[in-house]
């Protein structure tokens, strides 16, 4: 080997170390095959994935993999098969990336006890994850960190601490997994760790706070996971879903052109490191947000693109629904997933939404039980947001049967909680609550108040729909051009009553009752009992 290419050799090492990956990647790439060893492709490979070129990573890995088996260091191969597996696992290769890991095993068969035993075990214990088998997940988890203890290999601890975190969690233990997680952050921020166990641990661990609620954990981790980020030039993986937790961040802000771009953001890279899944996850949350500003055919074009990707967009997509006026399909796929079997964490991810939807679809009975499921997750998981999301939920219960008086507590709380988090949009939509439960208690002074203060905020954000709904509420007029008497039985109906019991309670006849109600169907468009309660739920008319 000549001395130029000793010397390139070095400094394409150097620049690995340094973690300058696109300078590591062209420095390596530029040199003759030949003059590469097993761990210089290993080393190319890397900074490929790190920035993007998968397919450039994947083949020099296996570049990496027969180097090391033709020259019998089968534990260097066993390495390479399990960075393979990796890889393409996480690409939505999951049978290929299972070849790989076989082949890992394989290798190591019969051989000694060694720490890359400890790392293709890391597969098997995913492989129960995504399987369900969390009990068994659990057990070897344990195993992998036994291998780090034995090898004093902070990855496979790292690993196993992440690992054991989010089961606890999603076995309903919040404060072990937590417990667990804020361990392998530490092991994380130390800087023991290899670049791509970093990086999946930081990012699995925002993953987790946000699926819990956990927002000060979500924006305390988010920053750190950017800032690990900008140290690294031209880092590309991983960098996706941290704009997506930027996104949710701002989301919850009001900061929605922000989000957006973030979420833009996050679909590009997604993309670019061959992760379509996860795009559907920033598409998800793009949708959300243009539905909040009333574009509701670009969210229902965002849902669509996501669910393209294989991400499952609900209950999101059943929100859209009923601004869209498709209530039934709303009613019937949350009733649908909340039948599903579901860990405490991801039903947990269902019960504000399937409230919101239930009582539209004049189910109130169903969303009481729902209501009270959801305090009594928020009440043992202890997370603000969740606390928050459980008494605006319990609210719109009471609204519905018509107790405003029991209303008006929870809607404080909930109001109180949202600003203690700068949720602004929720905080006003807390306000709306309470101006519907001060005119059904005759104060109508203290709602108009309450209202002015929700229209001025929604005016702020941007949410053209929930601004006119707030405008409503003391109006005599709906915006479907009701009358107030046409407004009344609307009302009952939206309460599950039927003719005759109206007629009693406003004093009128059921003929009267039943032309009334051919108008509102007439003026809203509707043909159904079910549709008109969801135009009421929707304009804060119950």
């Known amino acids: 080997m000549c001395v130029g290419t000793v010397d390139h050799l070095r400094w394409a090492r150097e620049a690995y170390e340094r973690r300058d990956w696109m300078a590591a990647y062209d420095a390596l790439s530029d040199l003759d095959p030949s003059a590469l060893r097993g761990e210089d492709f290993a080393r190319l490979a890397i900074a490929a994935q790190l920035v993007g070129r998968r397919n450039d990573a994947v083949q020099a890995m296996q570049r990496s993999y027969r180097i090391h088996l033709d020259a019998g260091d089968h534990p260097a191969a066993a390495m390479s098969a399990f960075w393979l597996a990796m890889s393409l696992s996480q690409a939505g290769e999951p049978t290929v990336g299972a070849g790989w890991r076989a082949k890992g095993e394989r290798v190591l068969a019969g051989g000694d006890d060694v720490v890359e035993r400890g790392y293709l075990l890391c597969h098997e214990v995913f492989s129960c994850i995504h399987g369900g088998e969390h009990a068994r997940a659990r057990e070897l988890a344990v195993d992998v960190e036994a291998y780090g203890k ?315 729909p929930a601004e006119r709904a707030a405008a409503q509420v003391l109006r005599p007029v709906s915006p479907g051009g009701l009358t107030a008497r046409e407004i009344e039985v609307l009302q009952h109906v939206a309460s599950g009553l039927s003719n005759a019991e109206i007629a009693r309670s406003l004093v009128l006849s059921e003929k009267t009752v039943a032309r009334h109600l051919s108008n509102i169907f007439a003026k809203l468009d509707v043909s159904t009992r079910t549709a008109a309660a969801a135009y009421a739920f929707r304009h804060h008319l119950t």
């Open 150 to 464: 034995r090898f004093d290999n902070a990855d496979l601890t790292a690993m196993s601490l992440n690992c054991r975190g989010r089961l606890q969690l999603y076995a309903g233990d919040v404060a072990a997994g937590l417990h667990l997680l804020d361990e392998a952050m530490a092991t994380v921020t130390s800087g023991e760790l290899s670049p791509i166990f970093a990086g999946n641990i930081y990012c699995s661990v925002v993953e987790a706070c946000q699926e819990i609620c956990d927002i000060g954990r979500l924006s305390d981790w988010t920053r750190v996971l950017t800032s690990w980020c900008d140290t690294q030039p031209d880092l590309l993986l991983f960098t996706g879903q941290c704009a997506v937790h930027r996104g949710q961040i701002m989301l919850l802000r009001g900061e929605w052109a922000a989000a957006i771009e973030e979420f833009d953001r996050a679909v590009g890279r997604y993309l670019l490191v061959g992760t379509p899944t996860p795009a559907g996850s920033a598409l998800a949350e793009r949708a959300v947000v243009l539905q909040l500003q009333g574009d509701l055919d670009g969210a229902h074009e965002s849902f669509a693109r996501a669910n393209s990707y294989g991400y499952e967009s609900q209950p999101a997509q059943a929100l859209l629904w009923l601004d869209q006026g498709r209530v039934d399909a709303a009613v019937t796929t949350i009733r649908r997933l909340l039948e599903e079997p579901r860990d405490p964490v991801h039903r947990a991810q269902l019960l504000a939404g399937a409230v919101e939807i239930l009582l539209a679809g004049s189910a109130t009975d169903e969303a009481a039980a729902v209501a009270s499921e959801l305090a009594s997750v928020a009440a043992r998981f202890g997370f603000t947001a969740l606390k928050a999301r459980a008494s605006y939920a319990t609210a719109r219960v009471s609204l519905a049967r018509g107790d405003p008086g029991a209303a008006v507590s929870c809607l404080k709380e909930s109001a109180h909680r949202w600003a203690e988090l700068g949720a602004v949009y929720e905080v006003a939509r807390c306000r709306v609550g309470l101006g519907q439960a001060y005119v059904g208690l005759g104060d109508h002074d203290s709602a108009a108040e309450e209202l002015a203060m929700a229209e001025s905020a929604f005016r702020g954000l941007g949410a053209r």
